[in-house]
């Protein structure tokens, strides 16, 4: 799959600050909940998307509150799209080590985008690697 440029029918948009993250990531996971998604679609939906909320303050707007987040969603019964978007320059995840090399297990960070890619069926970034596409299908 690619990243998709279509409109997404919810956005939410917030100071970069994890408390105003995590009030979002509740309201996003309480439609999934209603949804009728599993408990273990739930837990693999939150932890992608606390990810790529801490991704999107920490590196992307390096943890200035005066910068934004863009958070844009889609739930339905079949599957849930999410949309991360933050004003920072953005990276390319290819250049990006793998964190299961030996020579980087020790370092404590990279692992972010391994686990979202883990716990979601797709993944995508956008061209300048400032936004990050979450999509979960619902397996039922």
Known sequence: MSFDRLPLPEKVVIPS??????????????????AGYSREAQFAIR???????????????????T??????????????????????????????????????????CGRGIMLMRAYVDDLQYNRQGNEVQLIKNNSR
């Open 17 to 34: 600050d994890l408390k105003a993250a995590l009030q979002t990531e509740e309201r996003i996971l309480e439609a999934v909940a209603e």
């Open 47 to 65: 932890l992608a998307l606390e990810e790529a909320l801490v991704n999107a303050h920490k590196h992307g707007n390096r943890g200035d509150s």
């Open 67 to 108: 910068r934004s987040i863009t958070i844009t969603y889609d739930v339905d019964p079949s599957r849930v799209v999410i949309r991360v978007r933050d004003e920072g320059e953005g990276f390319q995840p290819r250049n990006v080590p793998d964190p299961t090399a030996p020579d980087r297990l020790s370092v404590p």
